[in-house]
């Protein structure tokens, strides 16, 4: 049983350009959610997808968007970057219901210059 | 709304100790109750959970925490910490329904020193 994936590791991008991380969810998994953590902060919550569609989302403006696919992968696409979006990305995948959960990829670090 | 507090940024303490990282929780209606563990350059780990039931967690690598709803607190402990236990943790609520995003702390950095 493959775990949570993502790409990639490390990721250097310049202010104003746009970014896509990918993230390949566990077997067996249909929801896949996504966080920032910034640097000294907890991971926050930025949306989720169910069957290929959003059903919720954090406080993230909407040049933070996202795509899940039939194999329930997954991306984040983040336009007009700012330097502010130097963080931690996170993805994680779960069954859906309440307290199920949620499997962790090993994140991806972006760096806005 | 839900909100978690972490109330000590970083704990030292020597290996072989005991230690308690404390969690306390806002919510106006009922969640369930996370703790996972963040080692460096790495992803999150679950440690153990909280749902229902008995109020005594036991979780992954010896740790265990204690839901105690009038104080709404989740303490995460472990009898005897290793060197090996140094990370980040993490306390965390969700909230039920269709969504069931988490609500971290911003964490506690353990540090086991020898």
């Known amino acids: 049983e493959t775990g949570v994936t993502q790409s990639p590791t490390h990721l250097i991008k310049t202010r104003g350009q746009q970014v896509t991380l990918r993230c390949s969810s566990q077997s067996g998994h249909n929801t896949v959610s996504w966080y920032q953590q910034a640097l000294g902060q907890g991971p926050q919550f930025i949306f989720q997808?169910?069957?290929?569609?959003?059903?919720g989302r954090g406080n993230f403006p909407p040049r933070f968007s996202g795509l899940q696919f039939p194999n329930y992968s997954s991306e984040l696409n983040v336009n007009a970057l700012e330097l502010d979006d130097s963080a931690l990305y996170l993805c994680?995948?779960?069954?859906?219901?309440?307290?199920?959960?949620?499997?962790f990829g090993q994140g991806t670090r972006l760096t806005v210059v | 709304a839900q909100s978690v507090t972490q109330l000590d940024s970083q704990v030292p303490v020597f290996e072989e100790a005991p230690v308690e990282l404390r969690c306390n929780y806002s919510?106006?209606?009922?969640?369930?109750l996370f703790w996972y563990v963040q080692y460096p350059n790495q992803g999150l780990q679950l440690l153990l959970k909280y749902l229902s039931g008995s109020t005594l967690v036991k979780g992954i690598n010896g740790f265990e925490a204690e839901f105690n709803k009038s104080q709404t607190s989740f303490h995460l402990r472990k009898p005897s910490v290793h060197i090996s236990d140094t990370a980040e943790y993490f306390c965390?609520?969700?909230?039920?329904?269709?969504?069931?995003?988490?609500?971290f702390g911003t964490g506690t950095l353990l540090a086991v020193q020898p």
């Open positions: 997808y169910y069957r290929e569609e959003e059903n």
């Open positions: 965390a609520v969700q909230k039920g329904g269709a969504t069931n995003k988490l609500i």
């Open positions: 994680a995948s779960r069954t859906a219901g309440s307290g199920t959960e949620a499997f």
């Open positions: 919510s106006s209606v009922s969640v369930y």
